[in-house]
């Protein structure tokens, strides 16, 4: 039982620098103008559309480079529904927080979920 228990803390605190602190700081931090009220609402929303694009289509390529077991999972139409709507929400989430940590803590808290809810570490292979 501990070494269940350790292996998930493992995992956890793993996925909390990759995906979740990574994806943030490439998609959000270094994709998207610092959100400043000066910041015309059209390059704001041009560059939120391209960071998310970008976001939702890496995922697939990142699995055909990296981690080809995760192939299937992330090409999944409903997984590349999910990422999409992530994407928006934690776009959103940085823009009001203006802050990285604010969508750091949700993306890790659905990667989390995502793992032990909706059987992630089986689709993945874990």
Same mark, same amino acid.
């Given at each position: ?5 350790? +292996? ?5 605190? #793993?996925? *909390? ?5 990574? #994806? #943030?700081?490439?998609? +959000?931090? !270094? *994709?998207? @103008? +610092?959100?400043? @009220? ?6 704001? *929303?041009?560059?939120?559309?391209? /960071?998310?694009?970008? %976001?939702?289509? =890496? ?12 192939? =299937?999972?992330?090409?999944?139409? =409903? ?7 992530? =994407? ?5 989430? %940085?823009?009001?927080?203006? /802050?990285?940590? /604010? @969508? ?11 793992? !032990?809810?909706?059987?992630? %570490? ?5």
């Amino acid at each position: 039982m501990a070494f269940i228990f350790s +292996r998930y803390c493992q995992n956890f605190s #793993e996925s *909390l620098l990759f995906p979740c602190l990574a #994806e #943030e700081l490439l998609f +959000r931090v !270094l *994709l998207l @103008p +610092r959100p400043t @009220p000066n910041t015309p609402v059209n390059i704001r *929303l041009t560059m939120a559309f391209i /960071s998310i694009v970008i %976001y939702v289509i =890496g995922h697939p390529i990142f699995a055909a480079l990296f981690y080809q077991k995760a192939f =299937g999972v992330f090409t999944n139409s =409903g997984f590349l529904l999910s990422t999409l709507i992530l =994407g928006i929400t934690l776009t959103i989430s %940085y823009w009001h927080s203006r /802050s990285i940590w /604010s @969508p750091v803590v949700i993306h890790w808290i659905v990667v989390i979920v995502w793992l !032990l809810i909706f059987d992630g %570490y089986s689709k993945l292979d874990l």
